[in-house]
Nanobody, 118 residues
Framework: QVQLVESGGGLVQPGGSLRLSCAAS????????MGWYRQAPGKERELVAT???????NDADSVKGRFTISRGTAKNTVYLQMNSLKPEDTAVYYC????????????WGQGTQVTVSS
């Protein structure tokens, strides 16, 4: 089993920055993909960014050039640096980890609220 604990959400003004953190623990494989997803009220959960254990990243078009996903020196941590935040970035942000043995396993954190408002 894998546990994911997020931190770093909050209220920020438009144009501001926030940094989200996620720490994974438990039975984690050497190769995995960690990422951030978000869900705004009344909308479906959507991909924000992912990063493989080898450092390959994938960003949603809506956040390219503003958000940066990275891994910590402890490989089971992942960060999301969010700059130039917009009101439409307001959502609950969820940390995600995916890894495959015989089957693919997907794990989610509890979510952290990000609100961008003046």
């Amino acid at each position: 089993q894998v546990q994911l604990v997020e931190s770093g959400g909050g209220l920020v003004q438009p144009g501001g920055s926030l940094r989200l953190s996620c720490a994974a623990s438990g039975n984690i494989f050497s190769f995995n993909v960690m990422g951030w997803y978000r869900q705004a009220p009344g909308k479906e959960r959507e991909l924000v960014a992912t990063i493989t254990s080898g450092g390959r990243t994938n960003d949603a078009d809506s956040v390219k050039g503003r958000f940066t996903i990275s891994r910590g020196t402890a490989k089971n941590t992942v960060y999301l640096q969010m700059n130039s935040l917009k009101p439409e970035d307001t959502a609950v942000y969820y940390c995600n980890l995916e890894q495959t043995a015989w089957t693919k396993s997907v794990y989610w954190g509890q979510g952290t609220q990000v609100t961008v408002s003046s």
